[in-house]
């Protein structure tokens, strides 16, 4: 039998934003309810977004346009409204572990980071630390599921695919705008 190739990924589309911390760029496709992101994080440069789409997703062709509905919401969180995000459509793949795991950290709640020991616990692995690690530096959509949430074990920054003074940022930024739990 020959191998059959997945169909070509839809076209896409990429905008960016001026933030803070940088310009933020996302890359985004065509799902049943309006737009899904596949990719976003703090570059101007698409070059810097594509390769961490999965080989599936990666869309043969990408038109920049001036803007998307989803900057609207990038904007709002950069503006102190760090909730946001929480329902912005998100499509990545990879195996059953970093999908669950990028589901995960969707739940970790703005201004409480936890640490990668925590986040593993979340996931139902405890002792899968360097697999929830791997979750966060596999994670094409940056923001949307907020890896910049997760800290080494020892309270550190750790690592950040796009730098760790945006890390830091967007922890001091939701520490001051998150709701405070009662």
């Known amino acids: 039998m020959t191998p059959t190739r997945p169909p070509a990924?839809?076209?896409?589309?990429?905008?960016?934003?001026?933030?803070?911390?940088?310009?933020?760029?996302?890359?985004?496709?065509?799902?049943?309810?309006?737009?899904?992101?596949?990719?976003?994080?703090?570059?101007?440069?698409?070059?810097?977004l594509l390769p961490v789409v999965h080989p599936s997703l990666r869309p043969e062709s990408v038109a920049a346009v001036p803007w998307l509905p989803v900057l609207d919401v990038v904007e709002a969180f950069h503006s102190g409204e760090?909730?946001?995000?929480?329902?912005?459509?998100?499509?990545?793949?990879?195996?059953?572990?970093?999908?669950?795991?990028?589901?995960?950290?969707?739940?970790?709640?703005?201004?409480?980071?936890?640490?990668?020991?925590?986040?593993?616990a979340r996931c139902g692995r405890p002792a899968a630390v360097r697999a929830a690690a791997n979750a966060c530096a596999r994670n094409a959509a940056a923001l949307f599921v907020p890896c910049h949430r997760v800290l080494g074990s020892d309270?550190?920054?750790g690592g950040f695919r796009w730098g760790t003074d945006v890390k830091r940022w967007l922890l001091d930024h939701e520490a001051e705008h998150a709701a405070v739990p009662v």
């Not at 912005?88 to 950290?105: H, K, M, Y």
């Open 155 to 157: 309270g550190g920054l």
């Open 82 to 120: 760090v909730g946001a995000i929480d329902e912005v459509a998100v499509r990545q793949r990879s195996g059953p572990f970093l999908t669950e795991a990028w589901e995960v950290l969707r739940t970790v709640p703005a201004g409480r980071p936890d640490t990668y020991a925590a986040f593993a």
């Open 9 to 48: 990924a839809a076209p896409a589309r990429t905008a960016t934003v001026a933030t803070p911390p940088g310009p933020f760029t996302v890359v985004v496709t065509d799902g049943p309810d309006g737009d899904v992101v596949l990719a976003g994080g703090w570059t101007g440069d698409l070059g810097d």
